[in-house]
Each structure stands twice: as structure tokens, then as C-alpha cells.
């Protein structure tokens, strides 16, 4: 329409009346209340918004803007609009603004929320916004106002990821052979938004539950799993049944295993439909296919929405217990245990569009990059089309929120559409200004695979290609990476220097001091580690394996009695240093302490792995705001530190410690925690692509490095300089990568 001369603004008014805008997570109503006057400032903006009789507000009488999310009406000489009951131009206006609010809260805008009380404070907001705009009407001489319509309707409670019935399900056969119409339904709906009585209004509520409740009896009906499961009924019927021959062994034996197969997938989909039926999941589910009947043509078919908006809550689904087991139930392609619900509601969102509309979410940006994001990503590149992605990248958009957060806008269309890509510059960003912004620092970029998405100017794009073409992930490397030791209940294992010579003191013989000195082990906390070496915070670990000190014995399975009296006979002073910790030790993870261990053994103690503690080892901590990667000999890491054995180590320590490499995990790879620092999680390290073949030269510098605390920066700078050079990077591109982090 904009790029168009408008002559039939009624036709206008009802392509744009037309749009079914819907936000499944609608919360409080903030995005629903701010369609709604973006759509009027639009109508405005086009020029087709029109009074009562059809005559527009033009723009040289009135101005309309938004500001902060309110619609601000300003006459001709800029002072604002306010309404004059019975004044024939203010009456005018006032009764237009009403009419459209009305007309676009009754038939664009549509919410769902699990929580009732949500839905009752966006309802209460929409109302508000239409208040805003009630008049006197002339019947009752200006002393009366309009009166206010039913809108509840469209604003409704339930779970937006769960549901019985699918989308597409073919409902024309029902509504031949029942008395239910699409067209009697929908009329329900207007006469309930009109309704003026209680008794009217209650009338037409049961009215449209009982179209609503026939709806989903026909459908049940005629679900295709009752069909599935009568066709393998009536094929094991013909293979159980009685022949008039005697057949062979063979065939009898044919027979009977096809029988089984059939046994087999007859109770799989009567469970299936059991659950259906009866499963706790479903109560709260939210039937899309029926709800709305404004998106549903005259044979029932589920057309989709135009646009589909939202906030969608960020909530760990491993956090998220019985729901989330639910959640999995409705085979989702995005499920992942470690992954989030958001990313459930970008999938359903996108099954909600009619094909060719429009998705535009604001969510956290973990997606992008993380390892339960690729489904996710995958999805979007394989089926869709992305048109906008925003990364704000540190900018707090939510002052409540801890995430970073993006915006990613989506066709309902297959692929094969260049992406507007911006990340956001925080030094330089007004949010208010925000269209602007994105205007003048996108890039197109095309996402066109499940590998991270990361929003690149072209010399970073060269850069990202040149690093991946020439390193090799690190997983590939003869390598190891693990986490350190997590004791469950700090206070009891670690001990500073006089807690362990007091432990040592109480000891009742050489031999019980030489092997409790022996278990009492110098830690190192993620906190410690910087940039090429550690501060040592003369901290001591008592290390407790599983079953300990018959920790070797495989054959024990679960806590031993014998492992205890073993341990309180050898390590007595250990013992009773523990005993006085034994109710908190026992109230650690209650699934296993107890069961599966003893309540003196670490909580987690590396059991596969223990032997790598003793091991030279590349250390780091996992939340850091830089690159901070150590060597570490002798010291027991505990499980805020990730830690690296193999082989060639100073090379590998000089690479994750360079500018480059620093570069590509946070531009390419890693993920923010939203506090301002990134997580240097394994499996982002194990996928940064290094360069494999060692150099005497490098190895060198990293041990000059290493030995020297003077002209560290100069040392640094000729090692990022290095390993430019090893990558093959240009002048302009070394250049640009020195200076970036300045």
C-alpha cells in the first residue's frame, strides 16, 4: 500500500483491517497495545484513515505519532488533540479513533497466555487504549458514553505449545456430516464482541463452547490415529484367524511374527490414544485449531496468521521438570533437554503463519551460536525464510532480563532470502533511534545451515573464512578436555593451609600423616587463573573419591558400609574433620548421596578421568570477559575450571591465548552469559579451529612468554602478529584484528 497511489480508501481500510496479528506468550499486552497504534499511525500515515462517514483526517489538520508506545493526536498548530463532547470536529475525530481501536482490537489482534492473570491485565490494557478514545454519544445528548464492546474474547488462557489436535487436519468430512458451521461459529463470536446484557453474553459463551465442544468430539472422532489403529486391527484379525488348511511350519511361523509386529504397533497407538485422551499434559493445552475461528476459512481449514509477535518466556527446559517431558511429547524438531522453551514457541510460532507471513520475535540470542541452538538453526535455514536479525550483543534492551537478547524476523517461505543483519555497537546505540541504526550498519548475510550465525562485515567474513580453512577444530587434535573437581559442599573439602596442618597434626602415625598428606592436594579455582599463569590461593583440597579409600574395587556398586569403616579405620583425623559436616555432606544432591556414593565422597570427583589431574594442562575458567588460558602442572582444578591434557600444549596455549583466536570465539563461536562476559564452555573450545602444524618458533615465544613477566606486551603483540602470519591473514586483515579489542 505505501508504495501505492491510494484512490479506494475503503478498500485500503479493509486490506489492513483484514491482518490477524497474534502474540502466543501475550504477558501483559505490551506488544498487542503497541500494534495497535502502530496500525492506526500507519492507516494515518498512508492517508486512509477515516471518520464514521467515511471522510479521512488528513494530515495537514491533524498530526499522529507514537511516542513511547502512545498514540499522540496534535491539531494543525502542533497542540494536542483533546476532545470536546458535542463540538462537531471533535466529535468527529474522537468517534474515528474509537471506531478504529474497536475495529482492530475486535479483529486483528489475538492473544494466548498460560497465566489467567496475564490475560486479564493485557484485556484491562486494551480496554484502557479504547477508553482512551470514549465518547458521549449525540442519542443521549452528550451525556452517556459508547458503549464499551466485549474484547475478552480474543484474549485467551492456555498453553500455546500443547495441544491435542494438528493444524491441518482435514474437517470437511465433519462439517458435511454434522450441524456445526464455520459461518455460525464466527457469527457467535461478533454477536458475543457486541453482546450488551450478562444474560446475552452468558447466552452466546455457551453457545460458542458448545460449537468449540462438538468441534473437538468430531475431530477426536475422526483422528487419524483411530483409523490407524481400526486398519491394524482389522490386518491382525486376518493373520490370527483360523485358516480352512493346514499350513507349513514356515508360514505358521510367518504368521505368528507378524502377528507380534501387529500386537506391537496396536499397543503403541491405543497408548498414544490413551494419552490423548487422559493425559495430565493436556489439561491447559490450547486447541489452535479451533480457537480462533478468524483464521479459519468456510470449510474449517486453518488458514494461519498474517504476523506473529511476541517475548517469548526464557526458561532452561532441563529446569523445567514434568513440563518439559510434556513438551518433548509433542515431538518438536527444536526439543533439546539442554535447550530453551523460546525455541519451542519460534517453531510453533512459524506453524501458526499462513503461508508467506510474517514472525518477529525478540528473544534471548543463545540460539545463534550455542549447541542447542543448531535444530533450532537448522530449521530456520531449511524451511524458512529470515529477512531481519538484530543482535543487541551486550546491549540491555531489558534492564530486568541477564541475557542478551535479538530480534529475528521470519518468512513463512522456503528459503533462499538474503538476511539484513545488524549487531548492535553499545558505545554507540540509541535504542530510540534503533530503525535508523539498523538501516545504516546492516549487512546482508545468508544463513543458509545449522552452523553458528554470527553477523559479519566483509574483512571479518574473509577472516572467519580464512581461520576455518586452515585451523582444524580442536576436538580432532590428540587432545582431552574435562572440568574440574565439584565437592558439593565447599566448607567441608577445601582448607586453607592451617585447616590442613591442623588435619596432619591430628593424625596418630607417620603412616596415617604420609597418606592423609597425600589426599590433601593444592586446588585451583577459576577465579585464580589469568592470562598465562595463576595466583595460588594456598587453598587444599581433600580429595574423596567414590568409595573411597576402596575407590579401585569395581565391584563395588552404589554406598558402601565397607568403604566407610575402611576410610574411618585408615584416615581417621580426615574422618572426623568430615563427621562435622556429615548432616550438610548428606543433604547434597539427594538422587545420589547416599545411594550412589557415601556422605564423606565428592559430589563429582572425575571418576573417568582422575588420572589426567596429575597431568601438565592448559586451565581456564569458564565465565571471562577475555581470553584467559594458563598452563598448570600439579594442581587439582575444581569444577569452575576447564582443563586440556595432550600433547603440544604451548602451542595450543599461545593460539587460544591470541587475538585472533579471541576474535573468532566471540564473533563466531561463544556464547554471552549476559553479564557481560562469555562462556567458554567445552564444546565451543573444542570446535575453534587451530592450526595443526607445530612451530618451533611459536613454542618458543609462548615459553619466553611464559618465564618472562617484563615486556609482556611486546612479547603478546609478536605472537598475535605470528599467528596472523599462520593463518594467512593480509596486512589490512592483522591489522584490523590488533586493534579490534582496543
Partial sequence: LKDKDIEDYVKANAIVDSLRICDPAVGSGHFLVSVLNEIIRTKYDLGILLDCDGKRIKKQDYNIDIENDELLVSDEEGLPFVYVPGNPESQRVQEALFKEKRAIIENCLFGVDLNPNAVNICCLRLWIELLKNAYYTKESGYNELETLPNIDINIKVGNSLIHRFDLHQDISEILNKSDISINDYKNAVTQYKNAHSKDEKHALEETINRIKSDFQSYIFQHDPRLKRKYQIERELDKVSSPLLFEVSKKEQAQRDKQAKELQK??????????????????????????????????????????????????????????????????????????????????????????????????????????????????????????????????????????????????????????????????????????????????????????????????????????????????????????????????????????????????????????????????????????RYGYNWAGLYLIWIPWHF??????????????????????????????????????????????????????????????????????????????SKFALCNDLIPLNTVFFLTGENLHHILGLLNSRLIHWYFTHCLGTSSGAGTNRWLKYTIENLPLVSYVTDELSALIRQRLSNSSCVKQLELQIDQYICELYGLSQEETTFILTCRE
Fill in 265 to 530: 504397533k496396536l499397543a503403541k497407538i491405543q497408548q498414544e490414544i490413551d494419552d490423548i485422551r487422559n493425559n495430565r499434559m493436556f489439561v491447559g493445552a490450547f486447541e489452535w485449531r479451533i480457537e480462533f475461528p478468524e483464521v479459519l476459512d468456510e470449510e474449517g481449514n486453518f488458514q494461519g496468521f498474517d504476523c506473529i509477535i511476541g517475548n517469548p518466556p526464557y526458561i532452561q527446559l532441563q529446569k523445567m521438570g514434568t513440563d518439559a517431558d510434556a513438551l518433548q511429547k509433542m515431538n518438536y524438531d527444536t526439543y533439546e533437554r539442554t535447550g530453551d522453551i523460546y525455541c519451542l514457541f519460534y517453531e510453533m510460532g512459524m506453524k501458526l503463519l499462513r503461508p508467506g507471513a510474517l514472525l518477529s520475535f525478540i528473544t534471548s540470542n543463545g540460539w545463534m551460536k550455542s549447541a542447542y541452538g543448531q535444530s533450532l538453526r537448522s530449521l530456520f535455514a531449511e524451511k524458512y525464510a529470515p529477512s531481519l536479525l538484530v543482535d543487541f550483543a551486550g546491549y540491555k534492551v531489558f534492564e530486568s532480563a541477564t541475557v542478551d537478547v535479538n530480534i529475528l524476523s521470519l518468512r513463512n517461505e522456503k528459503g533462499g532470502m538474503v538476511t539484513k543483519a545488524c549487531s548492535i555497537d553499545k558505545t554507540e546505540f540509541d535504542i530510540t533511534k534503533l530503525s535508523d541504526y539498523v538501516q545504516t550498519h546492516s549487512v546482508l548475510t545468508s544463513f543458509n545451515s545449522s552452523n553458528s550465525w554470527s553477523i559479519l562485515s566483509d574483512i571479518e567474513v574473509s577472516i572467519k573464512n580464512k581461520v576455518e580453512s586452515i585451523g582444524a577444530p580442536l576436538k580432532e587434535w590428540n587432545i582431552q578436555i574435562n572440568y574440574g573437581v565439584k565437592t558439593g559442599f565447599n566448607e567441608a573439602f577445601i582448607v586453607d593451609t592451617q585447616k590442613r596442618n591442623e588435619i596432619l597434626d591430628n593424625c596418630q602415625s607417620e603412616d596415617e600423616r604420609s597418606k592423609t598428606s597425600e589426599i590433601i592436594r593444592p586446588i585451583l579455582r577459576g577465579r585464580d587463573i589469568k
Fill in 549 to 626: 579409600p576402596l575407590h579401585l574395587d569395581s565391584s563395588i556398586q552404589g554406598v558402601s558400609e565397607k568403604a566407610e569403616i575402611a576410610f574411618k579405620l585408615q584416615y581417621p583425623s580426615v574422618y572426623q574433620h568430615l563427621l562435622q559436616y556429615k548432616d550438610k555432606l548428606s543433604a547434597r544432591n539427594k538422587a545420589e548421596t547416599g545411594i550412589r556414593y557415601e556422605w564423606y565422597a565428592l559430589q563429582r570427583w572425575g571418576a573417568n578421568y582422575w588420572d589426567e589431574f596429575s597431568k601438565p594442562k592448559v586451565v581456564w575458567i569458564e565465565l571471562s570477559d577475555e
